[in-house]
């Protein structure tokens, strides 16, 4: 069993930074992509980003094209996510999963181990 835990959630104001990370545990962390979720309060779960295996490719969703990096190290079953100029629209619980071989990396239903997220909150 695979265990996925994020940390680096917090209180910031708007236009501060977060870096979340991920840990995910097992020997084969670097053949898996991973990505980011968030869900607000009332609102369905979303795609974030991710990022390939090696981290030579990374995908964002729209509203968080260049405020939002994801990288990763292998040698520590990590992946990160730096967040920068945060609004308050960006208030939700942040989660990190491990991809599925092939399948759409946008899709959730294509992740199979999730953690239980870590909450960011941006204040106006």
């Known amino acids: 069993q695979v265990q996925v835990v994020e940390s680096g959630g917090g209180l910031v104001q708007a236009g501060g930074s977060l870096r979340l990370s991920c840990t995910a545990s097992g020997r084969t962390f670097s053949t898996y992509g991973m990505g980011w979720f968030r869900q607000a309060p009332g609102k369905e779960r979303e795609f974030v980003g991710y990022c390939s295996w090696n981290g030579d490719t990374t995908y964002y969703a729209d509203f968080v094209k260049d405020r939002f990096t994801i990288s990763r190290d292998n040698a520590k079953n990590t992946v990160y996510l730096q967040m920068n100029s945060l609004k308050p629209e960006d208030t939700a619980v942040y989660y990190c999963?491990?991809?599925?071989?092939?399948?759409?990396?946008?899709?959730?239903?294509?992740?199979?181990?999730w953690g239980q997220g870590t909450q960011v909150t941006v204040s106006s």
């Open positions: 999963a491990r991809k599925r071989l092939g399948g759409n990396y946008y899709l959730s239903r294509e992740y199979e181990y």
